[in-house]
């Protein structure tokens, strides 16, 4: 099997939180891969930086896509955990990916667009996502493309846990939104603690990442 990890860059005003971040153009939106959602609540986790809370909680309220939000934590001067719950309006590409048992490793907004790095278990699999923003009208771009031959050998320097680790959440779908299966429940397929599930799924994810930015670096031309 020939895995990918690529960066694709999708457009639209009713992709969730795009209204807020073009509302709060000091403010940066992260999804939080770690964090558990509830699929009966409907929840979703973000991790957002902002000069002006006062300012994106505006922009949330006035966002046709969030249904409602909560700030669960701070995590600095200017940064914070929220939860969101979506609209029908809104438009969200992750369920995409994880019918194609696809995994969005980051992703992030600038203010008018996401940027996503994905991992998929096959090139040929990103023509879902083609095909979901050509019936909703979203703008997609290919922008960076890695082929690798299986997960276990993409030079992220996985470690055996924490490729295995990965690939029960990925199976028992732990990485689709909202989730088919808990961390508790990631952790007892693996038999070991939630912590310990939680620190592998993290550094692992971590390490797909760095990997992904490096080899993009290194790429000639």
Not at 32 to 47: I, L, N, Q, R
Not at 177 to 192: G, K
């Amino acid at each position: 099997m020939s895995d990918i990890k690529t960066v694709v860059r999708v457009k639209h005003p009713d992709i969730v939180l795009t209204q807020t971040v073009a509302h709060d153009r000091s403010s940066k939106v992260k999804s939080v891969s770690e964090a558990g959602t509830d699929p009966t609540a409907g929840k979703f986790f973000y991790h957002i930086e902002s000069s002006d809370f006062h300012q994106f909680e505006d922009g949330l309220r006035k966002d046709s896509t969030i249904g409602g939000f909560e700030r669960v934590i701070d995590t600095g001067d200017e940064e914070a955990i929220y939860s969101f719950e979506y609209t029908d309006d809104a438009k969200i590409i992750s369920p995409v990916i994880s019918a194609a048992d696809g995994v969005i490793l980051d992703m992030e907004n600038d203010g008018s667009a996401w940027t996503m790095t994905i991992w998929m278990a096959e090139r040929t699999d990103l023509a879902h996502l083609w095909e979901y923003a050509r019936q909703n009208d979203i703008d997609i771009d290919l922008l960076r493309v890695n082929e690798y031959d299986g997960l276990g050998n993409t030079g992220a320097g996985l470690t055996d846990s924490q490729r295995e680790a990965l690939l029960v959440a990925l199976e028992s779908g732990y990485f689709e939104e909202p989730r088919n299966a808990t961390l508790s429940e990631v952790a007892a397929d693996l038999n070991i603690s939630q912590p310990a599930a939680s620190g592998l799924l993290r550094r692992g994810l971590k390490r797909l990442i760095m990997s992904s930015l490096k080899d993009d670096s290194e790429e000639p031309g």
